[in-house]
Structures are given as structure tokens and as C-alpha cells.
């Protein structure tokens, strides 16, 4: 989309819109005036929010006037709701005129995985708590039995969020009437379209689009634009208005929101372990941090390493039974611990692996293995983590949406954060792809992506001996028992967290996912770093770092209400990652930073130097 104006809407389609008068500046514009219903304008301001995001502001109008409609909206942007609020609002008048009661649901809400389901399940249920008219609300997922599905269609329910292989099943099966679909689907919404064909939904979508009745208004939420949202629109929607929203004063096109800072740090593959422990145990990272690694083991073996350290995480992977998902994701999100490691999905490398690893072992093991990931399962795609103030990409992502869509589990809704990826050689390539996907042609990548500041080569040297020590220690042996262990653990603890969460659906300390794993005895020494090891360049940029926590007014222990990131526009000025260099001890500013030398030389001479 080139040539418009910043932060204006772009009209697409047979039904040309284009809009943007006063678009130019950012404008607060409160629920109030957007004609929703007032029981969801109360719900809003009882969940404490007031106002409407840029994609909120454009959608919700189209969406009330009944359009059709495709969105395209950063990360974290609060698609959610451009769609949840006059959905209901459609629903509610429904209601009020009495035209809800249909044979089969209202609304369908299709999003690509279990875990998304849940959170859009939440997030409309935390809305409809302080609406008096009731509607009903029900997610289905492909791990129900029949008679479960069948139950919670039964009444029928306004509204269902699943994905389109559950209502695929319930087509086939006969648990909804292929008939009864046609008469009563008023509304039917895509979300994170972008995935759903990739995810390999495009034979379950068309068991369903034949039954989508011609007056039913179709929504198309993504967070990037891909050949696969185009095939959807076309398969789906009716001369449907197009919204691309950029974030208003910034580039055009920018997929990564502004108030979100990326970084890299170029090492080794071998170094990896090194740099993620000065990074950590050094503090020169805001907690919640959120670390990305491209296989269960590469997860485990960071787990497992950073425990010797006295360094507690908990590890995220589609090997997981859905409920212990489910809990650490929202343990995390409560703040009960401060890093998770995560494998993106189960559409990752983990698969390639798994092919390679598994070419010799029989057709039948290798079918159990597949079948013990679950296809379902995506961490990064749409996942609410709440912050998150920095993600770490220990492993490079494998392409570029990729890596716009889990740098965008920081810096959501009005916060800022932060992302550091660490680079080795063989993954520079993917930078050069990542910055075609960002549109940023007209910049330097550095303007985009920039070296990170807060750690020098003597802070990492100092560390070497016991990382690479204590990395030697950790054997394969120790990543498979471990994997084994936890993986036992939870699905114990998912039989418990099922039980106990029907009597106390809002209790999440009943099981904490960060317990050590390891069955060797950790030696003591190794928890604390002596002081001696840290120079005094490094403690200052630490320093920066805890009294920037502090006046964000986060505070280190667990179980914090609310921990926000930086505020937009709050901070900027003390923000140490845009004054700090620790290479040469200053400030950056007037003087120009001391190269350092090896990787990190190249790499700079290639990248002019971010300038503040
Ligand atoms: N108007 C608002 N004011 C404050 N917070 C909001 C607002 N709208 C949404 N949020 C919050 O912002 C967070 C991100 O919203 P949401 O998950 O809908 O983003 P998204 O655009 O769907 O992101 P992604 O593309 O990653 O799925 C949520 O916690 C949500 O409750």
C-alpha cells in the first residue's frame, strides 16, 4: 500500500473508503461515542478502559454499520475488542428485539489455536459479566468428545469460539445442523486470519462456507498481510472495506509497534547460552522476560543451565497437555515468575526436527511422536501475554512474520518494551528478510533494529568459564530426562488443575510451573556472581536498569496487580537503552561510541550507529 498518507485508512474493495480526515494527529476517542450499547460502554469502564485504540476507533463504526470487514492492525493493537464490542452490541439489539432465539449459534468466532480460543473466550466472558442481558458464550475444542460438544450447543449458545476444525467436526459429525447454520449465522469472525490456511484449515473452512448464509456479515482480523488473507476474503466476504492501520506519526506500514525497541547482540551459536546468562544475571533486562528458542530441547537445555544459576523458569511447548498450558500461561500473565521460555508453535523447526531426527525410526513411533504435539498449539500467534517487557529471540525465528509476531508480545495495547535477538552468522540472512517484511526500505535496518547497548565484552568474558562450564554439564541426557520429567509432571498436574479449576475457576496458585528441574545437586557459588566478576561499567548499566524498573514503578517480587511497562511517551528521555553504551562507559549523545572489536565491529561498520 503505498503513497498514504500516515495513519490514514485505507479503503479497498468494491466499497471504496477513504478516510483519515483528521486521522493525522492522534486522537483520544473515548467508547462512549462510538453508539455502543451502554451495558458494554459500563463493562468497559469497570475493566478500567476508556480509549479506543486506532483500529478500534475505525472498526467499530464499520462493523456497526454492518459491513463487511478486513483489518489489518499491529500486534497488540486490541483487535480483540474492534470486534468483540459490536458484535455484542449487534447481539444485544438482538436480544432487545427478541430475534436471538435461532436453532444454531449467532455468531461463529474462528481463531488458529486452543490457546487463543481460551483468551478470546476470557476476554468476551470478562465483558459479558457487566452486561444484564445475558448472552451465551461457549468455546469448543477438537479435544472434546462429542457428547461434551454436543452439550455445550445445546440451548443453542449466542456466540462460539473454536477453530474451523472443531466446527468442521461438528458439520460432519451432525452435532450442528448444516441447515440450521444457514438460518441463524448472523455474524462470522476470522481472527489472526493470516494463520488459519497456514495452519491447514482451508479444507475445514470450506465444509463450512457453503452453509454461511448470504446476509451473514464476515470480519477478517490479521496482524500481517499475507496471500492467504486475500484467498480468505475471497472465499468469504462481500464487497468488504479494508482497514490497514499503521500507528499514527510513525512509518506508514510499520508492523512493529514504535514504543516496542529491538535490539541484537551478534555471537556465536555457542555463545548463545553465555550471552542469555550476562543478559539475565546481570540484570540488564526488565522482567517479565519471554524467551523464544526454536526446539523443546533448546528449551529445556536453557532451562536446565539457567537454574544452575539460580535462575528459575518455566518452559511453554506444544509437547504440554492443554490445561498445564493454559495454567502457565496465565501464572505468567499473574506475575508468579518472572521468565518463560517458549517454543513458537507446533508448526516450528521442532517438526523439521522431529523428520529429520525420526527418517529411521518406524512409521508407528514416528506417528505417536507427531501426535504428541499438538496441532493446535501456538504461543506466539495472538497470545495476551501481559507484561512482557522484554523477548528475548534466543533462536532466530525462521521467517520474518515470525519474528514480527513474537516481538509483538511486548509493547502491547498503551505499554512499550523492548526485544534483543541474539545473531549468529548463519542467521544474519534472516535480518535482510525481516527488515523486506517491515517495509523499511528507506531506513538503515539499524534505525530499526539496533546493537544492544547495556552489555560490553568484558561483562560477557567475565562470565565464560562457569557458563561454558556449567553448559559442558548440562548433557543431552539431562535435556531428554528433563523434557521426560516435566512432561510427566504436567500431566499429572493437568488431571489435578482440571479437577480442581471446575470448583475454583479463579485460583492459579495451586501449582507452580518454574520448580527446579534438575536432579544433580547445584552448586551453591554459582547463584551469586561475585562482585569482583562485574565491572563497573556493567553494574552501572544494571544499576539504570533496576532504578528505570523502579520508577516504572514495577517491583521485583512476585504477584504484582499491575506492572506496566514504560507509558507511551513517559519515558523516553530516562530510558537507559537509548542513553546507555556500555562498550565505551558513556552516555550516548554528543560523542560517538568506541567500536569494539570482532563480530561486533562488522557488524556496526555495516549498520550506522542508532542515534538517540
Ligand atoms: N482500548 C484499550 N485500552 C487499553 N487496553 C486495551 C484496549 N484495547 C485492548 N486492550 C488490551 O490490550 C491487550 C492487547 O489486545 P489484543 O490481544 O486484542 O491485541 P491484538 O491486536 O489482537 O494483538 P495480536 O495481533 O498479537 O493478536 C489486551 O490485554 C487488551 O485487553
Given amino acids: 500500500m503505498g503513497g498514504l498518507p500516515e495513519g490514514k485508512l485505507t479503503g479497498q474493495g468494491e466499497e471504496q473508503r477513504k478516510e483519515g480526515d483528521g486521522l493525522e494527529e492522534e486522537q483520544d476517542v473515548s467508547f462512549d461515542t462510538l453508539g455502543l450499547d451502554e451495558q458494554l460502554s459500563r463493562a468497559l469502564r469497570k475493566k478500567g478502559i476508556t480509549v479506543a485504540t486506532p483500529i478500534q476507533r475505525e472498526a467499530i463504526p464499520l462493523i456497526l454499520e454492518g459491513k ?78 462429542p457428547r461434551e460438544m454436543r452439550i455445550s450447543l445445546a440451548g443453542p449458545p449466542n456466540i462460539v469460539v473454536t477453530t474451523p ?35 491447514g484449515y482451508e479444507k475445514d473452512l470450506k465444509v463450512l462456507t457453503p452453509h454461511i448464509p448470504r446476509s451473514c456479515q464476515c470480519i477478517l482480523m490479521s496482524a500481517t498481510s499475507s496471500t492467504d488473507v486475500e484467498t480468505l476474503k475471497k472465499l468469504l466476504l462481500h464487497n468488504p472495506v479494508t482497514l490497514t492501520l499503521s500507528e499514527v506519526g510513525s512509518s506508514k506500514d510499520e508492523i512493529i509497534p514504535s514504543s516496542v525497541q529491538q535490539f541484537w547482540i551478534s555471537c556465536s551459536a555457542l ?27 533448546m528449551a529445556f537445555r536453557i532451562r536446565l543451565f539457567l537454574e544452575k544459576f539460580g535462575i528459575k523458569s518455566a518452559v511453554l511447548n506444544a509437547e504440554l497437555p492443554q490445561n498445564s498450558r493454559i495454567h502457565i500461561l496465565e501464572e505468567f500473565n499473574a506475575g508468579l515468575f518472572d521468565y518463560l521460555i517458549a517454543t513458537d508453535d507446533s508448526h516450528s523447526k521442532e517438526k523439521e526436527q522431529m523428520n529429520k531426527e525420526n527418517k529411521s525410526k518406524s512409521r508407528n513411533s514416528r506417528r505417536r511422536l507427531k501426535q504428541n504435539l499438538d496441532s493446535e498449539f501456538g ?31 511486548t509493547g502491547r495495547a498503551h505499554n512499550t518494551g523492548t526485544s534483543v535477538s541474539l545473531i549468529s552468522p548463519e542467521e544474519e540472512e534472516i535480518l535482510e528478510e525481516i527488515k523486506s517484511v517491515l517495509e523499511a526500505d528507506k531506513k538503515e535496518l539499524s534505525e530499526i533494529i539496533a546493537p544492544f547497548p547495556l552489555l560490553n565484552k568484558n561483562a560477557v568474558e567475565s562470565l565464560r568459564y562457569r557458563a561454558q562450564d556449567v553448559a559442558r554439564s548440562v548433557t543431552s541426557r539431562d535435556v531428554q530426562d528433563a523434557r521426560r520429567q516435566d512432561l510427566k509432571n504436567e500431566i499429572l498436574n493437568s488431571q489435578k488443575l482440571k479437577a480442581h479449576f471446575l470448583e475454583n475457576p479463579r485460583d492459579l496458585d495451586l501449582l507452580k510451573h518454574d520448580k527446579l528441574l534438575s536432579s544433580k545437586v547445584i552448586p551453591a557459588h554459582l547463584k551469586e556472581i561475585p562482585e569482583y566478576l562485574v565491572d563497573p561499567t556493567t553494574k552501572e548499566a544494571s544499576q539504570i536498569v533496576k532504578l528505570t524498573r523502579a520508577a516504572m514503578g514495577i517491583d521485583n517480587g512476585p504477584k504484582k496487580k499491575h506492572r506496566p511497562g514504560f507509558r507511551k511517551g513517559s519515558g523516553k528521555t530516562s530510558d537507559p537503552l537509548r542513553t546507555f553504551s556500555a562498550e565505551s562507559g558513556k552516555r550516548r549523545g554528543g560523542k560517538r561510541r568506541k567500536e569494539g572489536d570482532g563480530d561486533e565491529s562488522r557488524r556496526r561498520k555495516r549498520r550506522p550507529k542508532k542515534t538517540s
Fill in 165 to 199: 476444525a472443531c466446527i468442521s467436526t461438528c458439520i460432519s459429525k451432525g452435532i450442528l445442523k448444516a441447515s440450521s447454520i444457514k438460518d441463524s449465522l448472523s455474524m462470522l469472525i476470522l481472527d489472526e486470519a493470516d494463520l488459519l490456511l497456514s495452519y
Fill in 379 to 409: 504461543v506466539v500467534r495472538g497470545i495476551d501475554f501481559k507484561n512482557v517487557y522484554t523477548v528475548v529471540n534466543f533462536d532466530m525465528p525462521q521467517t520474518a512474520a515470525g519474528y514480527v509476531h513474537r516481538v509483538g508480545r
Fill in 68 to 145: 463487511d470487514v478486513v483489518a489489518r492492525a499491529k500486534t497488540g493493537s486490541g483487535k480483540t475488542l474492534a470486534y468483540l464490542l459490536p458484535m455484542f452490541h449487534s447481539l444485544l439489539k438482538l436480544c432487545f428485539e427478541k430475534h436471538a432465539t435461532k436453532a444454531s449459534p449467532n455468531v461463529f468466532i474462528l481463531v488458529p489455536t486452543r490457546e487463543l480460543c481460551q483468551q478470546v473466550y476470557q476476554e468476551a466472558s470478562s465483558l459479558l459479566e457487566f452486561c444484564t442481558e445475558k448472552l451465551k458464550l461457549v468455546q469448543l475444542t477438537a479435544s472434546m468428545p
Fill in 271 to 297: 555463545d548463545k547460552q553465555l550471552y542469555m546468562l550476562a543478559l539475565l544475571k546481570l540484570e540488564l533486562v526488565q522482567k517479565k522476560v519471554l524467551i523464544f528458542v526454536n526446539t523443546i530441547d
